[in-house]
């Protein structure tokens, strides 16, 4: 049986407030409506999605499996619709997905030049969804920062970006113009999904940073070193953190990615435009790269 959306979105809501109540009164429908469409999803599925006792509302492993797959799939569908719309409309428009510190207006202004037509959005990405962003559709073409899972995407190398250390503004470290690895022995390390780019063990610091403004705010409180891409401390000065040049560690990779079954001549055009443009990047604070051309 296919998957029913509406009952998706019922879903959604009720998960993400562990409540019906407060959930039906969100979807503005009523809550006995509500439960026979969870119960029917259910049904659907042959699992059971919530635990409900005196105690309240609670996710099973499929429930919490489901919430975790839905959202991606609901954005995709919502990327369909948007697209159909602005198809229907005579409308071209491009989704782009970037990374903090990556800057995309050099590339947006030389597609403009050729596309004066055409609306450019951007969608902010991270490193825990970069790739699934493009794969379903919510990101038309996005930058990102390897390694990425390449699994059903086309990569297009464009620059490197140094890597910085971040440290506590008090740190025996923080005043140096730069820091070899085996000065951080034994520091303790605040990182988010994916390895770090040290080739040496740092313990954990235990906190899940998902980004760098949440990785910045866990080393300003003093609970681990960090390392961030040079061009991403351009947009993160702040005083209760020092950045310091680490020339050992291997360089960030900036690169431009497609999903390789969808063919669009815009994203190809502004693979062109970004590709022209590497160079400006590189002024902004990274190195270009001879990779991808």
Do not use: N
């Amino acid at each position: 049986m296919d998957l029913d959306l509406r009952k998706l979105r019922y879903f959604v809501a009720v998960a993400d407030r562990l409540h019906f109540g407060r959930a039906a009164d969100d979807l503005h429908i009523a809550q006995p409506a509500l439960s026979r469409q969870i119960s029917a999803l259910e049904h659907d599925l042959g699992a059971p999605l919530f635990v409900r006792d005196r105690h309240g509302v609670a996710l099973t492993d499929a429930g919490r499996r489901l919430h975790t797959d839905a959202g991606p799939l609901l954005a995709s569908a919502a990327a369909v619709r948007r697209h159909v719309q602005a198809a229907a409309r005579g409308g071209r428009r491009l989704v782009v997905g970037f990374r903090t510190g990556i800057p995309v207006i050099p590339a947006e202004r030389a597609f403009a030049a050729r596309h004066p037509d055409a609306v450019v959005e951007v969608q902010r990405t991270e490193a825990d969804d970069q790739a699934a962003m493009l794969l379903d559709g919510r990101v038309d073409v996005g930058y990102v920062r390897l390694p990425v899972d390449e699994t059903g995407l086309r990569v297009v190398p464009l620059y490197t970006d140094p890597w910085m250390v971040a440290l506590p503004a008090a740190h025996r470290l923080a005043g140096k113009e730069e820091v070899a690895e085996a000065d951080l022995a034994g520091e303790t390390l605040v990182w988010h999904d994916g390895a770090p780019p040290t080739r040496r063990s740092l313990p954990d610091a235990g906190f899940r940073a998902r980004g760098v403004e949440e990785k910045l705010e866990h080393v300003a409180a003093g609970r681990g070193i960090s390392f961030v891409a040079r061009s991403e401390t351009t947009f993160h000065s702040r005083p209760d953190i020092g950045y310091v040049a680490i020339p050992e560690l291997p360089p960030s990779q900036v690169a431009l990615a497609i999903a390789a079954a969808r063919h669009s001549s815009l994203a190809e055009d502004f693979v062109t435009a970004a590709r022209a443009s590497a160079q400006i990047t590189a002024e902004c604070g990274a190195v270009p790269s001879t990779a991808g051309g």
